[in-house]
């Protein structure tokens, strides 16, 4: 079955006590939204350290083994700052969404360098649409934003549990972006990629219910959706690998846009599972610090293999 549409937000509808931590948490946003950037990283800093101490031992569990499986040749020590940091990264990545939701382009239009751009001008000039190929980093909301900032985006999303967090983040992308597209919307996606919208697609996380390969990432083999090749297939465009790197002095971002990926799709999933894991790798090996450690990335194994999370 297709996910269900977010609806566009209306304050009336969220009236019910049960709403009031989420009216609460949408307050504090807003204050934070007031402050200067500098000031609003070290609030996420500090936001990222509280939810790193009451995060349960679970989560904890999942982060450790993913770091200890992917970076085998680090210390535990360097594997617990890496830990420490990306805690910090995703309260940083809670604040940047007050930035996304109220700060004007004139505030955000300074703090962003693209590099790399000519490859997506080059691809879109000579007629084909532009997959930006990303990661689960804890900068990619951000990311999007300030890129919509110079061209037209189109965007993917999940539903999201909470209704009215769902319905309040579905109405402001869609205030910045060209259309903010249901990840099980292909025809719509497919419709906007070859009418040239430049489209943010990230495939790293463990669909287990739709069609897998198991490609390796991070020397791992990891189910890898094969979704990717055939979207690629269907409208003709070209896969741009993209990361946004948040500068670590605190002076803003850089959006990293790479050449298309060669021989994409190449009638091969497993080739292709490959090439997309690869170009996600990259920038996870150069900035481990900002992915999303904390999702169960390795969670399917292939059938003769014991569980990845013990």
Not at 41 to 53: A, E, K, S, Y
Not at 254 to 267: A, E, N, Q, T, Y
Not at 270 to 279: F, G, P, Y
Request: aromatic content about 12%.
């Amino acid at each position: 079955m297709g996910e269900q549409s977010s609806v566009i937000f209306k304050a009336s509808d969220y009236y019910s006590p049960k709403f009031w931590p989420m009216w609460c948490i949408f307050g504090l946003l807003r204050l934070t939204s007031l402050l200067p950037f500098r000031v609003e990283l070290m609030i996420g800093r500090l936001v990222g350290r509280l939810i790193f101490m009451t995060t349960g031992a679970r989560r904890q569990q999942i982060v450790d083994t993913n770091l200890a499986r992917c970076y085998p040749e680090k210390t535990l020590a360097e594997r617990n700052r890496i830990k420490s940091e990306c805690y910090q990264n995703i309260g940083i990545s809670l604040i940047e969404m007050a930035m996304c939701w109220w700060w004007p382009a004139e505030k955000l239009r300074p703090l962003v360098q693209i590099e790399g751009r000519e490859y997506l001008d080059e691809v879109l000039a000579s007629g084909r649409g532009v997959i930006l190929l990303t990661g689960h980093f804890t900068s990619l909301e951000i990311g999007a934003r300030l890129l919509a900032l110079f061209m037209p985006v189109q965007v993917m999303y999940r539903t999201q549990r909470n209704p009215m967090f769902d319905s309040y983040l579905f109405t402001r992308r869609s205030s910045y972006f060209v259309n903010t597209v249901s990840r099980k919307n292909t025809r719509q996606l497919i419709k906007g990629l070859k009418n040239g919208i430049p489209t943010w697609y990230a495939p790293d996380q463990d669909f287990r219910r739709e069609r897998n390969v198991f490609a390796p990432f991070m020397g791992i083999a990891t189910a890898t959706i094969t979704a990717s090749s055939r979207l690629a297939q269907s409208s003709g465009a070209a896969m741009l690998p993209y990361y946004p790197e948040r500068r670590k002095d605190g002076s803003g971002y850089v959006l990293h846009i790479d050449p298309p990926l060669r021989d994409f799709p190449s009638g091969d999933d497993l080739a292709d599972a490959t090439l997309i894991n690869q170009s996600i790798e990259k920038y996870a090996r150069l900035y481990p610090e900002n992915y999303m450690w904390i999702h169960p990335r390795f969670k399917t194994r292939p059938p003769d293999e014991a569980p990845f999370y013990p």
